[in-house]
């Protein structure tokens, strides 16, 4: 391929995957949905306009690691630690049990794998996918009905939040067990030893940052050197610990997120995920996604990866609730709330994919839970909610 032809098909994903990000948008649909199916139209499967390149794969890597450093940045550090154990129990009920559930829908499709083998890590991986939460539609539904700042909402976004760091940090034991050479011991230590280092090295470069903040509020050297910060710690995690880079990403976004300029730095991150190296990642999804050995035995696995997906959250965050003391139908709002799936689950399959963990032909499942949760998670909030109106209103 020509050295030019990059900007071709960079100019082919730009396009497709905002025009088709927009009509998902206006469907009620999550943007990344729409750039996903432009990957898919695009790609080898369908029209066969572009094809994966390095270049390519490279310029989708740094879009993971760019929105997992906003997801860290987006982190409301201080609403983490007041929510306290309710919202703590809940994330790992909300982790638990779709881990095991994703763990033994894989087995009943494909036989239980013998524990340590490349089956069983497959298996577990799965079930990582269906950890993530991605709560941006439950908050604009709860936005909507003004319940945001109350009780369940705080509940549902703080849950969500440390959901995801959990979901994290078992995706990176998952690869670093997966890893034929490594040993659970080895795994282990370097896991602690990379987030030793994260909170003593953080905590140093925070007050560093601070200073710095004070000095030169709201100029572009902020943000400059937040994403020197966002890449080195993806560097040192993935080589030094043997940590998946996102990781790294997402707890240099955490060691920022309290900083004064936080939302600042956001802002102009966003603008080149936004721009350019978003479209690519979410497009690159498509593009890899194969249609080629699709069967009725992926399709039935894709509807059954769906349904599990959605009442796992439900009975792990929901149960969990009620253990906690919250009662009624403020369970079922918790468990509903929790469901949604974007774009943290997208990227664990990326990550998984990666590594061999994953075929391209179960990114259709992934999708499709996607799809799926985004459209009725609304709808089931909206009801719950105004049959509490209707109650009210009566009394």
Same mark, same amino acid.
């Given at each position: 391929?020509?050295?030019?032809?990059?900007?071709?098909?960079?100019?082919? /994903?730009?396009?497709?995957?905002?025009?088709?990000?927009?009509?998902?948008?206006?469907?009620?649909?999550?943007?990344?949905?729409?750039?996903?199916?432009?990957?898919?139209?695009?790609?080898?499967?369908?029209?066969?306009?572009?094809?994966?390149?390095?270049?390519?794969?490279?310029?989708?890597?740094?879009?993971?690691?760019?929105?997992?450093?906003?997801?860290?940045?987006?982190?409301?550090?201080?609403?983490?630690?007041?929510?306290?154990?309710?919202?703590?129990?809940?994330?790992?009920?909300?982790?638990?049990?779709?881990?095991?559930?994703?763990?033994?829908?894989?087995?009943?499709?494909?036989?239980?794998?013998?524990?340590?083998?490349?089956?069983?890590?497959?298996?577990?991986?799965?079930?990582?996918?269906?950890?993530?939460?991605?709560?941006?539609?439950?908050?604009?539904?709860?936005?909507?009905?003004?319940?945001?700042?109350?009780?369940?909402?705080?509940?549902?976004?703080?849950?969500?939040?440390?959901?995801?760091?959990?979901?994290?940090?078992?995706?990176?034991?998952?690869?670093?067990?997966?890893?034929?050479?490594?040993?659970?011991?080895?795994?282990?230590?370097?896991?602690?030893?990379?987030?030793?280092?994260?909170?003593?090295?953080?905590?140093?470069?925070?007050?560093?940052?601070?200073?710095?903040?004070?000095?030169?509020?709201?100029?572009?050297?902020?943000?400059?050197?937040?994403?020197?910060?966002?890449?080195?710690?993806?560097?040192?995690?993935?080589?030094?610990?043997?940590?998946?880079?996102?990781?790294?990403?997402?707890?240099?976004?955490?060691?920022?997120?309290?900083?004064?300029?936080?939302?600042?730095?956001?802002?102009?991150?966003?603008?080149?995920?936004?721009?350019?190296?978003?479209?690519?990642f979410f497009a690159s999804i498509g593009l890899k996604t194969s249609l080629d050995n699709m069967t009725g035995t992926i399709l039935l696995f894709a509807a059954a990866f769906v349904v599990v997906g959605l009442v796992a959250k439900i009975i792990g965050c929901g149960l969990m609730s009620r253990i906690c003391g919250?009662?009624?139908?403020?369970?079922?709002?918790?468990?509903?709330?929790?469901?949604?799936?974007?774009?943290?689950?997208?990227?664990?399959?990326?990550?998984?994919?990666?590594?061999?963990?994953?075929?391209?032909?179960?990114?259709?499942?992934?999708?499709?839970?996607?799809?799926?949760?985004?459209? /009725?998670?609304?709808?089931?909030?909206?009801?719950?909610?105004?049959?509490?109106?209707?109650?009210?209103?009566?009394?």
């Amino acid at each position: 391929m020509e050295a030019y032809g990059v900007f071709r098909d960079l100019a082919i /994903i730009v396009v497709f995957a905002k025009f088709f990000g927009l009509i998902a948008r206006k469907l009620k649909a999550p943007q990344v949905v729409g750039e996903i199916i432009a990957g898919l139209l695009i790609g080898p499967s369908i029209l066969g306009l572009v094809h994966q390149t390095d270049f390519l794969v490279q310029m989708a890597e740094i879009g993971v690691v760019l929105l997992m450093f906003s997801a860290g940045l987006d982190t409301d550090l201080k609403e983490l630690v007041k929510t306290g154990p309710v919202a703590f129990a809940i994330a790992c009920a909300g982790v638990f049990v779709p881990l095991v559930g994703g763990a033994l829908l894989y087995m009943g499709f494909y036989g239980v794998a013998p524990w340590g083998s490349e089956e069983f890590y497959k298996a577990v991986f799965i079930g990582v996918i269906l950890t993530a939460t991605s709560v941006s539609i439950t908050v604009q539904t709860l936005k909507e009905l003004g319940k945001l700042k109350g009780k369940i909402g705080t509940t549902i976004l703080s849950a969500a939040i440390i959901d995801d760091v959990i979901g994290i940090i078992v995706l990176t034991f998952v690869i670093g067990f997966k890893n034929p050479e490594s040993n659970p011991m080895q795994v282990v230590l370097s896991t602690v030893l990379f987030f030793a280092f994260a909170v003593v090295v953080g905590f140093v470069i925070y007050k560093i940052f601070q200073k710095v903040d004070n000095r030169y509020p709201h100029t572009r050297r902020i943000p400059i050197i937040s994403l020197a910060l966002c890449f080195t710690f993806a560097y040192v995690a993935e080589h030094f610990f043997g940590i998946a880079d996102i990781t790294g990403a997402y707890v240099a976004g955490i060691i920022l997120c309290s900083c004064k300029d936080s939302t600042y730095i956001e802002e102009k991150i966003d603008i080149n995920s936004y721009m350019l190296f978003g479209p690519v990642f979410f497009a690159s999804i498509g593009l890899k996604t194969s249609l080629d050995n699709m069967t009725g035995t992926i399709l039935l696995f894709a509807a059954a990866f769906v349904v599990v997906g959605l009442v796992a959250k439900i009975i792990g965050c929901g149960l969990m609730s009620r253990i906690c003391g919250i009662r009624g139908k403020d369970c079922f709002k918790v468990g509903v709330g929790m469901m949604t799936r974007g774009e943290v689950a997208l990227i664990v399959s990326q990550k998984g994919l990666a590594v061999g963990l994953m075929e391209p032909v179960y990114f259709t499942a992934v999708i499709l839970l996607i799809i799926v949760s985004s459209v /009725i998670t609304p709808i089931i909030l909206k009801l719950l909610y105004s049959k509490d109106t209707e109650v009210e209103a009566e009394a």
